[in-house]
């Protein structure tokens, strides 16, 4: 007799399902950070020496379109699986995508490089949003190693960026960068192969779509999709034969205003056409708070493939004897302490719990900014340097990322159980819906920001990375401060508990 998935225990004390979805993930984020770490390196690479000769605010904008257009187009991916495939299909369709995607990549030539990147936004979003949902689905709803299920997922997301920036760096400086684009698609095949072998372990997970539409509705619903993707493939056919003029700065500028128009028109409407009561709206006033804080939060962690990135290219001693660090190992860094961190953040919590200190949500996020932006004063001093002429040493950019991933885990894994918490029951999975919007916006931000980074002038870089620390802590003490209201309207949610 099968043993019941929500009874399996062969996994660590979990379902074997987990295995699989955690595995896929893995590699699936080996391949995503392993290609996103080289990005705007690869962009502004001179054209003699392989790369795509690009300005740096070209490079960022794009580099922000490409990792904000991820996040968005989650949203769309969700609902495909939702109500026409399941997220079975939606997991193995999008990694497969995910997969022509850096194959494509790997092909010298800068129409293939852009064609790529369209097909692993595309492929992402079908199945970032989905197998995520599906690790939940492997439990009932009161079994208690729901957590832990998701602590252990979150830890396989961080072994395949660590396994990404390893191979997909060590490849870029030995190899090229089309070798370390084809190790990603090397990545995500292996992803795929696992998940089909084990496919076994999750069935009748998110098989058929949660709510079937009607045989005329999906008619559209393919309809409306076949009729983007041929309006994708004509505005790039057009952008490369010149028929339309593309500007990425001006575009990234237009997209990022466009989708904080869509956040506030969603969130308006649940706020003031959702049949809200007087508690259900405090406690959205203070989620929208924490949806800012994510927003500027992400503006300014998403430097590090960017602007920090290059940093770490062109004013950072990589030398160490006869080896040489590749850029694309600093950004590991995040990884590595977050696997160490974790914990210790996990017991924080419950121990201050347990002693009744708890602070509420906003001013936990407010801290969390607060502190990334202390890691832009190490780059204001470390900028200083390197304006001098010196070549600045590693632990540096490693402080900075260490502090950006403190201020992470203050904010990223806190926001979440905000939205969770605080959204009106029968909107939760939209309210989550919009919050990924925030990331979103924020890294659209931090393209634009990074911009104005010129390799060539180094001597304004302290200057920008003041900016930087200037306005994430500003918006941060003014959390704090609005966080004394925000708080009370928080505590309205263990109401419903």
Request: include cysteine; proline fraction near 3%.
């Amino acid at each position: 007799m099968q043993t019941k998935i929500s009874e399996d225990t062969r996994f660590f004390g979990h379902p074997m399902g987990l295995m699989t979805l955690a595995g896929t993930e893995m590699w699936e984020r080996m391949s995503y950070y392993g290609m996103r770490a080289l990005l705007v390196l690869f962009m502004i690479l001179a054209l003699e020496e392989g790369g795509l000769g690009m300005t740096m605010a070209v490079a960022s904008a794009i580099y922000g379109l490409y990792t904000g257009s991820v996040y968005f187009f989650g949203l769309p991916g969700g609902w495909i699986a939702d109500r026409l495939i399941g997220g079975q299909k939606a997991v193995f369709y999008g990694g497969f995508i995910i997969m022509i995607g850096h194959i494509i990549l790997a092909i010298p030539s800068e129409s293939s490089f852009f064609i790529g990147l369209i097909f692993v936004v595309l492929g992402t979003g079908l199945l970032k949003p989905n197998i995520g949902a599906m690790v939940g689905q492997l439990y009932s709803s009161t079994d208690v190693r729901r957590d832990s299920a998701y602590t252990i997922y979150y830890m396989g997301i961080n072994i395949g960026s660590l396994i990404g920036y390893g191979v997909c760096g060590w490849l870029q400086v030995n190899m090229g960068y089309h070798w370390a684009f084809g190790a990603a698609a090397v990545g995500m095949g292996v992803g795929l192969i696992q998940y089909k072998l084990t496919a076994k372990n999750i069935e009748g997970i998110s098989d058929k779509p949660v709510v079937a539409l009607s045989e005329q509705a999906t008619k559209i619903a393919y309809s409306v999709i076949v009729a983007f993707l041929v309006g994708v493939a004509a505005i790039t056919f057009m952008i490369f034969t010149g028929v339309i003029e593309f500007n990425p700065v001006i575009v990234a500028q237009y997209v990022a205003i466009a989708i904080t128009v869509i956040f506030l028109i969603y969130f308006g409407y649940i706020f003031f056409r959702g049949k809200l009561d007087s508690d259900e709206k405090r406690r959205m006033g203070a989620l929208f708070l924490i949806c800012l804080a994510s927003t500027c939060f992400w503006a300014g962690f998403e430097q590090a493939g960017s602007s920090l990135n290059v940093f770490g290219l062109e004013y950072t001693q990589r030398m160490v004897g006869t080896f040489e660090i590749p850029p694309a190992w600093f950004q590991s860094a995040n990884s590595i302490f977050i696997i160490i961190l974790s914990p210790f953040f996990a017991y924080m919590w419950m121990a201050l719990g347990k002693r009744m200190i708890e602070p509420s949500y906003s001013v936990k996020c407010a801290v969390g900014l607060i502190i990334m932006a202390t890691g832009f004063i190490v780059m204001f001093f470390a900028a200083q340097l390197a304006a001098s002429g010196l070549k600045v040493a590693p632990y540096w950019l490693v402080a900075t990322y260490f502090l950006h991933t403190v201020g992470e885990l203050w904010l990223s894994p806190v926001a979440l159980s905000a939205v969770s918490k605080l959204s009106p029951k029968r909107f939760a999975g939209q309210m989550m819906g919009v919050f990924v919007l925030t990331y979103s916006m924020g890294s659209i931000i931090a393209g634009i920001f990074a911009g104005k980074f010129d390799p060539e002038k180094v001597d304004q870089m302290p200057g920008l990375y003041l900016q930087i620390t200037y306005f994430s802590v500003a918006i941060g003490i003014v959390l704090l401060l609005i966080s004394m209201k925000t708080g009370k309207w928080e505590k309205l949610a263990e109401k419903e508990a």
